[in-house]
């Protein structure tokens, strides 16, 4: 057995927690490479250590001196080391990025110094090689992972070293400088490196005992996800649910690795899994649901629209000349409705209704906005009748309008759209019909 840990930066805010982190590891030898995030809040009122070198990045911009937040930043880390009570230093690392900072001022440099340094850190803890990110994880000229270099660079150092510390979120640039995934890349580091290594599992430490079927802002105490597939995380992940990232499914998936979403603060709970395909029994239909607010449709009509070859790639086009992409588009035999992003869209709305005139000839366009989207997810609803009938009757005894219904062609989910200030109680209507 061969696992790969990933811990999240909650998990590594402190000496405390790392404590909890070195007795998980500890406590399964399997657990062989440690995919370490820079450090969290260690309270509401805290600041991440990825926004103080950020804010560095920024005063040195302006050509300004960052001694003083520096030596703040390096306060965090000192605290760490002398909480675990170890001979080791940061003093260097902090003269060669401070001088780096001030002579050249590079913001995904700024970004991936906070793994970087708690990379070190877990590396002396544990008394295991340090192996850094952007030695073996590599991007292209488009600044896509470079696949291929990749995991045969990275493939090799991990055979030679039995177990290792790789920090999170960062790898090396097609120009030789250090480049970042996007926020919360440390899961696809992890998922990149089980991959490399062919890990029997990837472990991935937060501060919840995984997915929940809701946002428990919304919904008290949600029931917990036992088993979710590959498919149904990324219809949740694309609709709001953020515990894991959404690309870190990818490395892994493939290979057929399963992902293990836990606690670190509850090591005992089973937390989430996250598999290409399952025969456990679902407790509940519905898998899990999501949403997000603030989306405009523009309802486009036109007289025999479905006899028009090409109509719909016109309409299209509209919003690509626009740099603008679409969510939905549920049709008619006379009518369509292009579903986006109210932010996106917004400042460019003029822009894109005259090209639809101009390319697709349409009856008229009509735009409105303050449209929130729930899915709801579930594998178990293709096998279930009514389950559509179930969700329509939640939501019309609360007295919600749907706005739009748009179900996929896997029958995986069902999004429903809604008023923004009905997005709230529809959830809740939702869970507790199929969930209770």
């Keep these: 057995m061969k696992k790969v840990v990933k811990f999240g930066g909650s998990s590594l805010a402190s000496a405390e927690q790392f404590k909890k982190v070195g007795n998980i590891i500890r406590a399964d030898e399997s657990r062989v ?21 950020l804010h560095a990045y920024e005063t040195a911009s302006k050509g300004e001196d960052i001694t003083g937040e520096m030596a703040a930043i390096k306060a965090r880390y000192d605290e760490i080391i002398t909480g675990l009570g170890l001979d080791f230093s940061l003093d260097r690392d902090f003269e060669e990025i401070t001088e780096k900072l001030t002579a ?13 340094l708690n990379g070190k850190i877990m590396a002396a803890y ?56 996007s926020r919360g890349g440390s899961d696809v580091t992890g998922s990149i490196v089980a991959k490399a290594c062919r890990a029997d599992v990837y472990e ?102 479905n006899s028009e070859i090409g109509f719909g790639r016109k309409v299209l086009q509209a919003f690509e000349e626009n740099n603008i992409s679409f969510e939905h588009m549920p049709s008619g035999i006379d009518t369509m409705t292009i579903v986006v992003h109210a932010d996106e869209f917004i400042h460019k709305e003029q822009s894109v209704v005259s090209a ?63 008023d923004n200030k009905d997005f709230e109680t529809a959830i809740k209507a939702i869970y507790n019909t199929f969930i209770g």
């Design 356 to 418: 639809i005139h101009r390319l697709a000839e349409p009856d008229s366009v009509e735009i409105e906005s303050g449209l929130a989207l729930v899915a709801v997810v579930g594998r178990g609803m293709k096998s279930a009748s009514g389950t559509a009938g179930k969700l329509f009757t939640a939501l019309a005894k609360e007295g919600i309008n749907i706005r739009m219904i748009d179900q996929g062609s896997s029958e995986l989910n069902i999004i429903i759209g809604v």
């Design 104 to 116: 050249e001022p590079l913001m995904d440099y700024a970004a991936s110094r906070g793994e970087f």
């Design 204 to 305: 991935n430490w937060t501060d919840v005992s995984g997915f929940l079927v809701a946002d428990p802002r919304i919904v008290p105490n949600p029931k917990a996800i036992k088993y979710i597939t590959y498919r149904e995380l990324r219809e949740l992940s694309y609709m709001g649910a953020s515990v894991l990232h959404e690309d870190a499914i990818f490395p892994v998936r493939h290979c057929g690795i399963p992902i293990n979403i836990r606690n670190t603060n509850a090591p005992e709970d089973n937390g989430t899994w996250i598999v290409e395909s399952t025969c456990q029994k679902q407790d509940y239909v519905v898998t899990g649901i999501a949403g997000k607010k603030d989306f405009c449709t523009i309802f486009i009509s036109k007289a025999m629209m």
């Design 33 to 53: 490479y440690v995919v370490p995030s820079a450090p969290g809040k260690r309270n509401s009122a805290d600041t991440k250590v990825t926004d103080m070198l």
């Design 126 to 181: 544990l008394g295991i090689t340090f192996i850094d990110a952007a030695e073996v994880i590599f991007f292209n000229a488009e600044g896509n992972l470079n696949d291929y270099k990749t995991y045969k660079t990275l493939g090799q150092r991990l055979k030679e070293n039995e177990r290792a510390v790789i920090p999170g979120f960062y790898g090396m640039g097609k120009d030789g400088n250090v480049k970042t995934f």
